[in-house]
């Protein structure tokens, strides 16, 4: 776990952008288990791929006229219950941090992995969540 006063910038950076901060399993299951609506959630993490490509592709993408009805966010390594909760949901993929996922009236619709986000640019990411927006968010 990581100290709080380290992680409160980076979690910051989506919640100050009109993410929500789920810190609870029970907050997490609210919000994905929703049937109704699109939910775009974002695995947050300390790491420089978080950094340079995670955080600011999910906000450039949360800019386009298309957008998920609700955008929350879990952090890695700070909030553990809701990032066990959050992976839950996230199955079949494995644990991965950062991570963004898309979720339409309670089921996983699209996924990126730590391995599409890291070397990958933050527009690139945007790009691709704008298209999984443009098909599952009208």
């Known amino acids: 776990m990581y100290p709080p006063e380290l992680v409160a910038p980076l979690a910051q950076d989506l919640t100050d952008f009109g993410f929500t901060g789920l810190q609870t399993a029970e907050a997490v299951d609210q919000a994905l288990s929703s049937k109704t609506g699109t939910t775009l959630v974002v695995v947050n993490s300390v790491c420089g791929c978080a950094a340079a490509n995670a955080r600011p592709g999910a906000k450039m993408a949360a800019q386009s006229e298309i957008k998920p ?35 339409k009236e309670g089921k996983l619709v699209h996924m990126l992995e730590r391995h599409h986000i890291e070397g990958n640019t933050a527009q690139a990411i945007a790009h691709n969540l704008v298209q999984a927006f443009e098909t599952h968010c009208k």
């Open 69 to 103: 009805d609700n955008l929350v966010t879990v952090f890695a390594g700070v909030d553990r219950d809701a990032v066990e909760k959050a992976r839950e949901f996230l199955l079949p993929y494995p644990p991965s941090s950062p991570a963004i996922a898309l979720f």
